[in-house]
């Protein structure tokens, strides 16, 4: 694609995102600016051989124009985790890390592990945890001495004894009346207290409870709450604080060698280190990384700290500040630190990065010498960049589903994995019809929207292969898109892999790398797949018990179905979550909470 000076005369001077996209409609390169027209000239000069590259392959631009620069940064944000281009800096980890919830509004607040912290939630969030490792072990220890209830309300309203974590000190049991609601409370207080780092203050309490507990004669209980101090007193003296007051931050830092790009990230939550964790990123070193990586790192769910600090300061960090500051619902600063203790901290982050860089590259198959060697396997027309697996999945016919998951340059993309209610079934078990509205539907939205793979791989054998070709030929993507089928291994004949035409299949070593990889991907789709049709079986039978419930008609019902998969789910949300639902107010919330309390 050519741009030039009539082109670009053409393109507002305005804030925006704009696209660069190759000849098959594939998104190459997704930037944002204040002025759109301005920021494009800079490409007539390409100041780096990559954006040379870039224009090379480049077959038309887009441009989107937004009401302002933060509209422009969060849309941008938006279509490089959608699109994930090529020539873009990509956060390969940028999952949400697991949160502590307290629910305070409950009578007896209910200790959760979630993903997200909602919007408008009342709720505590304590985190991140940088791994599941370490947050079971915080649970572990946490419940230990402050014994929250982990059931759902529904599960609580239904007990009439207590579980087994009552049995073994984890839990006090309020389900049962085992505990008074002010001693519940007392114990919320010490686990908020604990898990915001106040030792102090609760150890005093402790101290002073037990004393009282003394004083009444209370010796046995005097005794845990004695043992529940030299406890507590040997954790805190373990925890590491590294900062001399109670603030809130992550500290980044990246290290880049032999092209590729490798970070940590340190978690501080009330001047203590909570953990760090590792990351890595694709793309060039010439972009603005900090930037790329603080967009992708953190968006709508994700706990933000009051301070983020970087060894440099990104070029659009007002911007990203305002953005962050709104996601947080409080002022966020970006910080380049040039004083102790904080330099500490970014050295600390630096050594894990750059450690992380060297067992990447110690250990690395590149996924550039993988995708060579599976064109030369599969016969494909060139090595594939993106790959998609498909999988179907029902019992006999009834509630009859597909999915398909994404993998970029070798790492799954959670974010493209996509579900299929069957449309076309009656009834009668048909893989090859199922395989073959999956695959249609598919692909004629990625038509649409210029989004195909470069590889596919069917979960079956021959059958399933001949099913797919036909529907390539159909929308004349032959040569366009390659294709594969994995058949799961039976009496020991091992992994049996189909292409096109081939009449026999392939039989590659279990060892070598394009069969592993063709493997994890397909046991990836089946474990999604079977996921889904469990809980599309949950939203059927829910969708029959809430048949004949006075006050709930099809509107309601589709609201329900779309919020929830079982009766309990349902219970557990609560009356008052329920009413907000829209077409729902209070008096058919609890009209609806009391027919399904009769009914379970």
């Not at 092209?259 to 990351?279: E, M, N, P, T, Y």
């Amino acid at each position: 694609m050519e741009l030039t000076p009539e082109r670009l005369r053409e393109i507002p001077e305005a804030p925006g995102v704009y696209l660069f996209k190759d000849p098959r409609g594939e998104v190459l390169y997704v930037g944002k600016a204040k002025n759109l027209r301005r920021r494009l000239a800079s490409y007539l000069t390409p100041a780096t051989p990559k954006v040379r590259q870039m224009l090379l392959r480049a077959a038309d631009l887009e441009t989107l124009i937004t009401r302002n620069e933060k509209e422009a940064l969060i849309l941008e944000a938006n279509l490089i985790k959608k699109h994930r281009p090529r020539y873009n800096v990509i956060l390969r980890d940028d999952k949400a890390y697991p949160l502590l919830r307290i629910s305070l509004s409950d009578k007896f607040p209910r200790l959760m592990v979630v993903r997200r912290r909602r919007k408008g939630d009342r709720a505590l969030y304590f985190g991140p945890y940088p791994s599941a490792g370490a947050l079971r072990q915080t649970v572990k220890l946490l419940t230990r001495f402050f014994p929250l209830r982990r059931c759902s309300n529904a599960e609580m309203a239904r007990r009439t004894r207590p579980c087994l974590y009552y049995e073994i000190g984890k839990c006090a049991a309020p389900c049962t009346g085992r505990v008074k609601p002010e001693d519940y409370r007392r114990i919320v207080e010490g686990a908020v207290a604990f898990l915001e780092g106040r030792a102090g203050d609760l150890l005093s309490r402790l101290r002073k409870e037990m004393e009282e507990a003394a004083e009444r004669l209370e010796f046995e209980r005097a005794a845990r709450l004695r043992d529940r101090i030299r406890a507590l007193e040997r954790i805190l003296e373990a925890q590491a604080a590294v900062l001399p007051e109670e603030k809130d931050l992550d500290a980044f830092a990246l290290c880049e060698r032999q092209g590729k790009i490798s970070g940590a990230v340190l978690f501080v939550r009330r001047g203590k280190l909570l953990g760090h964790k590792i990351f890595h990123l694709r793309g060039s070193p010439e972009n603005d990384l900090w930037g790329a990586l603080l967009k992708q790192f953190y968006d709508e769910g994700k706990v933000i700290p009051e301070e983020v600090l970087l060894p440099e300061r990104p070029a659009e960090a007002g911007v990203i500040e305002a953005w962050l500051s709104e996601l947080r619902g409080a002022p966020v600063r970006i910080r380049t630190p040039d004083k102790e203790p904080l330099l500490r901290l970014l050295e600390m982050a630096r050594r894990n990065a750059e450690e992380a860089l060297r067992a990447r590259l110690r250990g690395e198959s590149t996924w550039e010498e993988l995708s060579r060697e599976m064109a030369r396997v599969l016969r494909l027309p060139a090595p594939p960049r993106r790959v998609e697996a498909v999988d179907l999945s029902s019992l006999r016919g009834t509630a009859p589903v597909g999915a398909t998951v994404a993998f970029l340059e070798g790492e799954p993309e959670k974010d493209r994995y996509r579900r299929y209610h069957i449309r076309t079934l009656s009834g009668t078990p048909d893989d090859y019809a199922m395989l073959r509205e999956v695959l249609e539907r598919r692909l004629k939205r990625g038509l649409e929207e210029g989004d195909l793979p470069d590889l596919l791989v069917i979960d079956g054998g021959k059958g399933h292969l001949s099913t797919a070709e036909e529907v390539l030929r159909d929308l004349e993507l032959s040569g366009r898109v390659g294709l594969c089928a994995i058949a799961k291994e039976r009496e020991d004949e091992g992994e049996k892999v189909y292409i096109p035409g081939r009449k026999n299949p392939l039989r590659l070593s279990r060892h070598g790398e394009v069969l592993r990889f063709l493997m994890r991907v397909r046991d990836e789709v089946h474990r999604f797949v079977l996921s889904f049709h469990r809980r599309a079986r949950e939203t059927r039978a829910l969708s029959s018990f809430l048949d004949g419930i006075p006050g709930i008609g099809p509107k309601r019902k589709r609201e329900l179905l779309r919020h929830f998969s079982s009766p309990e789910e349902i219970l557990s949300a609560g009356e008052e979550r329920i009413a907000r639902l829209p077409g729902f107010n209070r008096s058919v919330a609890r009209s609806l909470m009391e027919h399904l309390r009769s009914r379970t």
